[in-house]
C-alpha cells in the first residue's frame, strides 16, 4: 500500500505538470492559468451547490429515522471532488468535477460499495431510531444498540477532595 501511495504521490505532479506544459505551450501561459484560475471558481460553485444538496440529503434521512450511509458516502466524494478540483491541475480538475456530477457520482458511489462490502466485515447492530422532537418524546432503543448514561468523573473528584 505505501508503495502505490508513494507512485500516486509523485506520478500525479509529474503528469500534471507535463499536461500543463504542454498545454501553456500549445495555447499560453495566460490562458492555462486562466484555465486553472476558472475550473477553481466553476469547482467551488459546483462543490458547494452539490455539498448543500447532499447535506440536505442526509438531513432527510435522518428525520426520516433511517441510516444515512448513502447520503455520507455521497458526501465524502463531494468532499474528495472539491479537494481535486483546489489541486492545481486538468487531471485532478477532470476528475474532481466528474465526483461533483451526480450520475457519475452515484455510479463510483455503487462501485465502492461493492468493494467494502466484498473486502470488509459489516455487522449490522440494528435499524436507527430517534428523538420525535415534536410531540417530546424518544422512541425505545433498539435490537442491538445499548443505552449509555454518561456520568461526570469531576464530581466525584470533588468531593474526594
Do not use: H
Not at 87 to 103: E, H, Q, R, S, V
Amino acid at each position: 500500500m505505501f508503495i502505490i501511495l508513494a507512485l500516486v504521490f509523485i506520478l500525479v505532479p509529474v503528469i500534471e505538470f507535463r499536461i500543463l506544459w504542454s498545454l501553456s505551450e500549445s495555447i499560453g501561459i495566460i490562458q492555462t492559468l486562466a484555465l486553472i484560475v476558472l475550473t477553481g471558481i466553476v469547482g467551488a460553485y459546483l462543490a458547494r451547490s452539490q455539498g448543500i444538496k447532499v447535506l440536505n440529503s442526509i438531513k432527510d434521512d435522518l428525520e426520516a429515522g433511517t441510516m444515512p450511509a448513502d447520503s455520507i458516502l455521497s458526501a465524502a466524494l463531494v468532499l474528495i471532488g472539491g479537494i481535486l478540483l483546489i489541486t492545481p491541475g486538468i487531471m485532478t480538475d477532470a476528475f474532481g468535477f466528474c465526483l461533483l456530477i451526480p450520475p457519475f457520482r452515484s455510479v463510483l458511489a455503487l462501485l465502492l460499495k461493492k468493494y467494502i462490502q466484498a473486502n470488509f466485515n459489516i455487522v449490522n447492530y440494528g435499524t436507527f431510531s430517534q428523538a420525535n422532537t415534536e410531540s417530546g418524546t424518544t422512541s425505545s432503543v433498539q435490537e442491538g444498540f445499548v443505552d449509555v448514561n454518561v456520568v461526570d468523573d469531576k464530581t466525584e473528584e470533588k468531593s474526594n477532595n
